[in-house]
């Protein structure tokens, strides 16, 4: 059956404390060994990236010989606007209720000035689609973060924010999600699979 296969790659860790979504926080490329056993489990494709720097360094750098299709803003992290760059404790006591609705009721809650994953799941969902349209079978690589790769589970299997919400997603892990244009269905082949030392 024809296929288009996502490797979604989760970017390498940046060790930044507290929350970041569109805080632009550099890729931490030094576990050379998770990095070199991620590129060579990954097929020759075209690459493609979120436009945020810590998900175009991984991309480079797994890259290789592989073709690039360039960086993408709409397979950005969720914006957290006024949360940005504070620790989960900080926004608990300065947004008690909106913080508590965020994580309690996921969906349609943002952070003041952000977005929600609603929003996030509508803007990485048109360029999935944009892609599938573009490239139509193969494979195809997309280094982005967390909350892309829910978004993307969450429209392959129907689910909720909440429950897409309670997959873990570690860094330089892969979740392989196959569009089969055919049948208009997505099948799920992996979830946070890891390759090399550690992620």
Do not use: C, K
Not at 25 to 36: F, G, H, K
Not at 131 to 136: F, K
Not at 137 to 150: E, L
Request: glycine letters at 8%; aromatic letters at 8%.
């Amino acid at each position: 059956m024809t296929a288009l296969r996502w490797w979604w790659v989760r970017h390498a860790p940046t060790g930044a404390p507290g929350v970041i979504g569109w805080t632009d926080a550099p890729a931490d490329l030094s576990d050379r060994a998770a990095l070199d056993a991620l590129a060579a489990a990954l097929p020759h494709a075209p690459v493609v990236s979120s436009d945020l720097s810590r998900a175009v360094a991984t991309a480079d750098r797994i890259a290789g010989l592989r073709p690039r299709l360039g960086a993408e803003p709409a397979l950005r992290e969720m914006r957290f606007g006024a949360w940005e760059g504070l620790p989960a404790a900080a926004i608990a006591e300065r947004w008690p209720e909106e913080s508590r609705r965020f994580w309690a009721e996921p969906g349609a809650h943002a952070a003041p000035d952000g977005e929600s994953f609603d929003d996030l799941a509508a803007r990485v969902g048109a360029a999935v689609e944009g892609l599938n349209a573009r490239l139509g079978s193969g494979d195809v690589i997309a280094v982005a973060h967390m909350g892309v790769v829910m978004a993307a589970l969450a429209r392959a299997l129907g689910l909720s924010a909440r429950q897409a919400m309670a997959f873990r997603i570690d860094t330089l892990s892969v979740t392989r999600l196959d569009w089969l244009p055919d049948a208009r269905a997505w099948r799920v082949e992996a979830v946070n699979r890891r390759y090399g030392a550690s992620g």
